[in-house]
């Protein structure tokens, strides 16, 4: 849709765009068909949408073929998308928070891939559940507020370096294919956006159960990012245990967060499984 098009349509739902929901839609189909010729969509394959909006994605999707399950909040945007793909074969409208859907029950052990334009205000905490679903996504793409990206695939010794950036990386190869002028939305955010693309790593998905005790020890570790490390994971995990783990794995006692890798983060957490 064109912006006069997004226009009009808000203006047939009685609706202004809502900057509390993140309600910046694509205007721009060369940003547009730019996702979709990266996410080369297949006829028959799952994709989750969170926020279709007005269905800048979503029609590029069903054009292809996908069978889109979609989560709206908005209300009045559900009822559009509802309306307009009553009769595609394999959509799926579930009309909800995107943080509060228990995807495991609205997607079962189906293989899917995740893309969407992400709500700014929703895209660390949506990511963070998705990332404790008892069966993640094989890719995740979608736009983010370009600092939101770089976060995500930030590497140690850096400021942007968090616990999401260690518990996504846990899991997927993380990239900020490119970055997103804030003029392709209508309103314009005023901010500049990325494209993430994060693609599941080779082998065995790491157990529901150790992702959600990485996204424990991560959030204890970040916690005082300036403070030693050592001392936060001591409010969980005995003092013993962890520096013995840091000696048998080249960790400095006095190591702060942001020097441990991605891959030692994983270790302590299946050590601590272990004990
Ligand atoms: N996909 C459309 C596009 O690219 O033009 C719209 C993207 S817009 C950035 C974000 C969309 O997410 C809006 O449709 C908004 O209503 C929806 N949204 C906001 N918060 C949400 C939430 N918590 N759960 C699901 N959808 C949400």
Redesign the pocket.
């Known amino acids: 849709m064109t912006k006069q098009e997004i226009v009009d349509l808000l203006t047939k739902l009685d609706m202004a765009p ?1 900057k509390k ?7 721009d189909q060369n940003i ?1 068909d730019f996702i979709i010729r990266c996410v080369e969509p297949q006829s028959g394959e799952r994709i989750l ?10 029609q590029k999707l069903v054009d292809k073929g996908v069978h889109v399950t979609a ?4 209300y009045r ?1 559900a009822g559009f998308i509802r309306d307009r793909y009553k009769d595609t074969a394999g959509f799926v409208l579930h009309e ?4 509060k859907v228990d995807y495991d029950e609205l997607l079962g052990d189906e293989s899917y891939r995740c893309v ?7 895209s660390s905490v ?1 990511v963070s559940v998705l990332l404790n679903v008892k069966n993640p996504p094989k890719q995740i793409f979608v ?1 983010l507020q370009k600092e939101m990206a770089d976060r995500l695939a930030a590497k140690p010794r850096t400021k942007a370096y968090g616990a999401l950036s260690v518990r996504i990386q846990a899991l997927y190869n993380v990239e900020v294919t490119r970055k997103v002028p804030n003029k392709v ?1 209508h309103p314009n955010p005023g901010v500049d956006s990325g494209l993430l693309d994060a693609r599941i790593k080779d082998g065995d998905v790491p157990s529901q159960e150790f992702r959600k005790r990485l996204e424990e020890v991560t959030k204890l570790a970040f916690s005082q990012r300036r403070k030693q490390v050592k001392k936060q994971l001591a409010q969980r995990f005995q003092m013993s245990f962890i520096l013995d783990f840091f000696n048998k794995n080249g960790i400095k006692e006095t190591a702060r967060a942001e020097e441990i890798t991605v891959e030692q983060y994983m270790k302590f957490t299946a050590a601590t499984l272990e004990e």
């Open positions: 809502s929901l993140g309600q910046n839609f694509l205007i547009i949408e969170i926020g279709p909006g007005t269905g800048a994605i979503t989560v709206e909040f908005d945007l909800a928070d995107a943080c969407a334009n992400l709500p700014y205000a929703i949506f736009v939305f």
